[in-house]
């Protein structure tokens, strides 16, 4: 039923950390890898190894530029560089779940987790429409609609090691910038992470009430005077040679011609 | 938006169909016989063949009855319900009016208002969408309705009526412009919320996450075109409201001159309204596009 739960047992989503993500795309693969393998229809590509290939994904990694405005203490600012990985938010009040005329969009009372019941979606693509964030694409093999399933199939299944059960974009990630659990107890340690850094929803205009987190990144290092840490080495060791090398310089300032160095 | 031709065909050719269903529900005209045989011939043909070609988007249109089961929540499936009650109703009436020279009153006004429900639907199922600034308007179910009214007339052959319902049409249309283009700014949906990192500088797109297109490109980003926008704004308001106009109004004693310019005026009002779906589409910004640095 597309009625949306008025609350869930359990909050399961991402904290998804902007300060780390080092933008490798690693969980855009492991993602496409597992989801193509596992539940539900495969995520198929279009014209794969042709001159217009494209295809569809679950998480997608965007980079944004942030250029501070300059201010007194800081004229010239540099710009920061944001990788930024985007899957479903699992939303509390999801557009995409009411949307739905046939049922299959459906959230999960015991987690929260927002699924796609495929025998059941005719492929209208409304949910998509609905989606502030471009969480859900249409499969154009399948012809219906694909989203994140915040990896129901690993974070429950008995089969898999206890280190493996949690979604694949998780446990790839090298950097560490993913992190999964119960958004809803506020003891849980992706919790008290939010709490700490500060952690923010997206378009929080759009009422969606995302359960995924994000992250911000933390303020660039500042520039020190002293980059050049071998400018002290290089710097002139005397101002005026004396001796004799002080003479010869002197006298050949003194003959006639164009005197390329020093000072007259 | 992707101005899917599917679904501008469906909302044309489907608001003009339960317009004219919703003028022969109410008796005007109240005709019966061949003559009404004909009329809802039209109607029908409209209205159903819209609905067809809406399934032609669908991934899995062999699946389409489930659609009627969300009514619930689902402006969608609203939708579905109401146009098939529309249908049924309208059906056993036009039975009456064609078959047994009678016109069931009653029948015939749920059978306008469920008409009249159908384009309302529709219309919820886009100014829903809080994701597309253009179409969260209540200028918006107006827009479908003034629309439908005002081709029902037209279709419906009442002369003095439908002058002035395509005139209150054309205002609306205009007021949905003028509104519609503040309405992505009204919003405050910028790249800065969208990627929560407006409060500390200018967020530009970087880099996109994929070199070639995707679904979310083709289906929400549609940019060529619309440098085209305001002449055809030009050519859907002279096509669909101004024209029509003058042909009804312009005075006349041969029934022949009378005739054509009936016929040149419901084909002008459908391409200005065909002209105006596009736009109604095309124009239509998806906040997706923000994470693209695109409109
Ligand atoms: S991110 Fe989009 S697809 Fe996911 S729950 Fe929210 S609205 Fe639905
Ligand atoms: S595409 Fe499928 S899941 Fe999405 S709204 Fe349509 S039927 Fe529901
Ligand atoms: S939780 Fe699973 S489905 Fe969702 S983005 Fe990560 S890998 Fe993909």
């Known amino acids: ?264 | 938006m992707h101005p899917a031709p599917s679904v501008i065909l469906f909302t044309t050719l489907s608001g003009l169909g339960f317009g004219l269903l919703a003028f022969l529900g109410l008796g005007y005209p109240g005709v019966t016989g061949w003559v009404a045989f004909v009329f809802y011939a039209i109607a029908y043909g409209l209205a159903v063949g819209g609905l067809l070609a809406s399934t032609f988007h669908l991934g899995r249109p062999e699946r389409a009855l489930k659609a009627f089961s969300q009514w619930k929540t689902s402006w969608l499936s609203r939708e579905g319900i109401c146009s098939v009650a529309a249908l049924l109703v309208m059906a056993l009436y036009a039975t009456g009016a064609v078959f047994m020279d009678s016109h069931w009153r009653v029948l015939g006004i749920i059978g306008a208002a469920l008409s009249l429900g159908t384009v309302f639907t529709t219309s919820m199922i886009y100014t829903q969408l809080k994701t597309i600034p253009r179409w969260n308007m209540s200028l918006t179910p107006l827009m479908f309705l003034s629309f439908s009214l005002a081709g029902g007339a037209l279709l419906a052959g009442q002369e003095s009526l439908a002058p002035w319902f395509l005139l209150i049409a054309g205002a609306v249309q205009l007021a949905y412009w003028v509104q519609g283009d503040k309405a992505f700014a009204a919003s405050g949906t910028t790249m800065g919320t969208a990627t929560g990192l407006g409060d500390r500088g200018t967020v530009r797109a970087f880099e996109p996450p994929h070199t070639g297109t995707n679904y979310l490109l083709r289906e929400f980003v549609h940019v060529v075109g619309r440098k085209h926008a305001q002449k055809l704004r030009v050519i859907s308001l002279t096509l669909g409201f101004v024209l029509p106009v003058l042909c009804l109004w312009l005075p006349t004693d041969s029934s022949m001159v009378k005739h054509l310019m009936a016929a040149v005026a419901v084909l002008s009002h459908l391409a200005g309204i065909a002209v105006s779906r596009w736009l109604f589409f095309a124009q239509a910004e998806h906040v997706v596009g923000l994470y693209y640095g695109k409109r």
Not at chain 1, 116 to 133: F, H, R, T
Not at chain 1, 174 to 193: I, K, Y
Not at chain 1, 206 to 218: A, F
């Open chain 1, 1 to 264: 039923m597309t009625e949306l739960p008025t609350t869930t047992d359990r909050k399961m989503g991402l904290v998804i950390d902007l300060d780390t993500c080092v933008g490798c795309h690693a969980c855009v693969i492991s993602c496409k890898g597992w989801n193509t393998e596992n539940y539900g229809a495969p995520l198929s590509d279009e014209d794969a190894y042709g001159a217009d290939p494209s295809g569809t994904f679950l998480n997608r990694v965007h980079s944004f530029e942030v250029q501070p405005a300059a201010t007194p203490a800081q004229p010239d600012p540099a710009a920061q560089l944001i990788h930024f990985p985007k899957s479903c938010l699992h939303c509390e009040d999801a557009p995409c779940v009411t949307v739905c005329p046939t049922g299959a969009s459906y959230k999960r009372v015991e987690d929260g987790i927002v699924l796609v019941n495929e025998s059941d979606c005719i492929g209208c693509g409304l949910c998509a429409w609905s989606c502030p964030y471009g969480a859900r694409e249409l499969d154009l093999a399948a012809g219906v609609m694909k989203k994140c399933t915040l990896c129901v199939d690993r974070i429950y299944n008995e089969n898999l090691p206890e280190v493996d059960r949690v979604p694949s974009c998780v446990r790839t990630c090298p950097a560490g910038a993913r992190h999964f659990g119960d958004l809803g107890d506020p003891n849980s340690e992706v919790s008290q992470l939010v709490a700490e850094r500060g952690g923010m929803d997206l378009m929080p205009e759009m009422g969606t009430k995302p359960v995924n987190k994000y992250l911000p990144p933390r303020p660039k290092d500042q520039i020190e005077d002293q980059v050049d840490i071998l400018a002290p080495l290089l710097a002139p060791v005397t101002e005026d040679a004396g001796g004799f090398l002080g003479w010869l310089d002197k006298a050949l300032d003194k003959l006639p011609g164009q005197s390329s160095g020093g000072t007259a």
